[in-house]
């Protein structure tokens, strides 16, 4: 590498080693003492930096919120377990919305900072990692035959009844939180999203087809050739299991 492209990677690492100081410096500043306490002072005091200088790696405040939000995503994706094959794939949809709650109650003021204004932090790498190993639970259970709704559906109620609890119970008095309220809205979500039976008796391509095939006389959307070409279609998928 030629001298000044390295003179240039040390600046890039030198400026990127500083930004992620200011980050962590803000995101402590939020859980030691809440948001008001994250100012462009007291953020550059703790960072060990002069104010000016927070400037010249976030456009403003609100940037710099933002980046903490994306940090915050980051953290939580790291406490993330994923099981690609889960015994019990209603189970692991319960310890994936539990751990999405352990994690705001544990971090309110960080949780609020990312959840409680619509889209902030939610186009970072971070969060959208995080909502892939969500589908893949989603996916597994539809493959199940477990769903009961679509899965953009149920991504949206199991984002939303974790994010409601959290929320809700962070804005209760402290002797009013009571732990059945987390376990309500939990068994809620999974009675939205699940059925109680599987649908598919066997798991895999062949038995769903089986399963819509055994349905499909009862299908009126569909006109009588949308039908028999459609039953064309799952009986090859059905003969391959």
Known sequence: MAPGAKDEAASVGGRELIRRRVIEAAADLLAREGRDAVTTRAVAAAAGLQPPAIYRHFADMDALLEAVAEHGYATFLAAKRVDPHPADPIEDLRAGWDLAVEFGLA?????????????????SAAFQAGMEILLGRIRRLAAG?????????????????????????????????DPALLTAMRES????????KPAVQDAGPAGAARALRAALHEQTTLSGAERHLLGEWLDRLAADG
Do not use: C, F, K
């Not at 309110?108 to 409680?116: K, N, S």
């Not at 959290?166 to 009013?176: E, G, H, K, R």
């Not at 979500?189 to 109680?196: C, F, G, H, I, K």
């Open 189 to 196: 979500m999974v009675t939205a999203v699940t059925n109680e």
């Open 145 to 177: 035959g477990w769903l009961r709704v679509d899965e953009r559906l149920a991504a949206a109620l199991i984002h939303a009844t974790a994010r409601g609890a959290v929320l809700t119970w962070l804005s209760l008095p402290a002797d009013q939180r």
């Open 107 to 123: 971090n309110p003021a960080l949780y609020v900072l990312m959840y409680g204004e619509p889209r902030r932090g939610t186009t």
